[in-house]
């Protein structure tokens, strides 16, 4: 593993995506105008994926490994991989604001905004992620954002968990599916930008 990552080529090295790269370099190339009605809801989405992120990095001293931004062909991205004791899943972050979030898979809406099959597109995610690394990968929705939001699933989503950033710790206590070296392993390889380029 130590071999591998002296090996890699800095600019393939994903390690050092800090949470919400992707969507900051978007924001810098594309920015909202000066005059708006609304603010840009790529700026509420970016806070929510810092928050979450810097949530996950805390994970770290108990044995777990997080990687952000993951880019993905087709301009599509993984907003966070976290890889530990308990196995590896892809979370992707979404923002509310003490809204209203109805879910029923896999369409999910917030507040009076129109549903979108977002639990559709995590679960395709976390199936590219799988294939490219060849290892089980779980997807995660995490509510993100000031105010705790007021949840309505329908129904438990199938294979997806729904967590509150205030409950993403939790996560730190699941275990008893991989090794420390096997962690290691899967982190090596989720940080090379060519695992993703096949996918």
Request: proline share 8%; net charge positive; hydrophobic share 45%.
């Amino acid at each position: 593993v130590e071999l591998a990552r002296l090996a890699l080529h800095p600019d393939d090295d994903l390690a050092p995506n800090r949470p919400g790269e992707a969507l900051q370099i978007s924001l810098d190339r594309d920015p909202a105008p000066a005059r708006r009605l609304r603010a840009d809801a790529r700026h509420r989405a970016l806070a929510a994926e810092r928050s979450v992120g810097e949530a996950l990095d805390a994970l770290e001293g108990a044995g777990w490994r997080v990687l952000h931004s993951l880019p993905l062909p087709g301009d599509a991205r993984i907003h966070h991989l976290l890889i530990g004791p308990g196995g590896l899943f892809c979370v992707g972050t979404l923002a509310v604001r003490k809204q209203r979030v109805r879910i029923a898979d896999p369409m999910v809406t917030v507040g009076r905004a129109e549903p979108f099959p977002l639990l559709r597109s995590l679960r395709s995610d976390a199936g590219r992620a799988s294939f490219a690394l060849t290892a089980e990968v779980r997807p995660v929705l995490v509510l993100a954002g000031t105010g705790a939001a007021d949840l309505d699933v329908a129904a438990p989503p199938r294979d997806v968990r729904v967590l509150r950033e205030a409950d993403l710790p939790a996560l730190a206590r699941l275990g008893g599916v991989l090794k420390p070296a096997d962690v290691e392993a899967l982190h090596a390889l989720a940080r090379d930008r060519r695992t993703w380029e096949r996918v």
